[in-house]
């Protein structure tokens, strides 16, 4: 059963193997081809194996609500691609922690050094979600700061 | 160069496992 194969292998306390996670999503895909759990982790374990244009290709195959599901992995792919301006458009009025991360790394790369110093600010405002958040905060609000 | 960490990507995760929803 490859949904449930699927299923236990997200439940897992760590997931280490990103080629078998594709594979157990390819699978359910197989038979079920817009399972959206299947095709977000599809995208998921492609960033995760640097595969970023083949995650921006399964984007683009999966149509405007998986779009919507991943906004987070599509500016991130976007982002480590170079399509900055693709980026940016997306993340245009970006509310949640991740997507504001990726808009500051995007004005950062493209030398908008006000735009991500006004995000960074606005990160460092509000409560931090990840351990070690703080540090990589501090680090590129400085990285900003010295432009 | 100044040091610039990835912090965005420990966003990334799989659903049902989301740092954030
Ligand atoms: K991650």
Redesign the interface.
Known sequence: NPTATLTTLLRGSTIEDHEEVLKAANAVLKSSKSNPDALHTRVVALLQLDRFDDALRALDDGGDKLGEACRLEKAYALYKTGKLAEAENLLQGADKRGLKHVAAQVAYRAEKFEDAARLYKELGSEPVAIEGEENDLRINSSAVDAQ | K????????????????E??K
């Not at chain 2, 100044?2 to 496992?17: H, K, Q, S």
């Open positions: 100044p040091l610039f960490f990835d912090a965005a990507w420990n966003y990334i995760e799989y659903p049902g496992r740092v954030e």
